[in-house]
């Protein structure tokens, strides 16, 4: 069982990312995927989940509104569109498997990749 992100880096405040985050050894079209973040001296934050299907989704309040969580199954695939980022943005972002949307509890976890938000 594997789970790779890519697509971190350093962004300048206002600016976009689009995380990605391939699964494999797993039938990935029966789980959630679930987008977490910690920063340093914080803990893990959910930020996004979208269900099975991708029919339903939801988001943190703290990105509701700038970030779009997506999934391709025929691509073992989930994606994190951020815009507008901003500093407090800044973490190590996950992705995690879970059997269930509704009380995420990840199976499987990826390990992560870095967005920095700095001018």
């Known amino acids: 069982v594997q789970l790779v992100e890519s697509g971190g880096g350093l962004v300048q405040p206002g600016g976009s990312l689009t995380l990605s985050c391939e699964g494999s050894?797993?039938?990935?079209?029966?789980?959630?995927m679930i987008w977490y973040r910690q920063a340093p001296g914080k803990e893990r934050e959910l930020v996004a989940a979208?269900?099975?299907?991708?029919?339903?989704?939801k988001y943190s309040d703290s990105v509701k509104g700038r970030f779009t969580i997506s999934r391709d199954n025929d691509k073992r695939s989930v994606y994190l569109e951020m815009n507008n980022l901003k500093q407090e943005d800044t973490a190590v972002y996950s992705c995690?498997?879970?059997?269930?949307?509704?009380?995420?509890?990840?199976?499987?976890w990826g390990e992560g990749t870095q967005v920095t938000v700095s001018s």
């Open positions: 995690g498997a879970s059997f269930s949307y509704f009380n995420p509890r990840p199976e499987h």
């Open positions: 050894g797993f039938t990935f079209e029966k789980y959630a």
């Open positions: 979208i269900n099975d299907f991708g029919s339903s989704r």
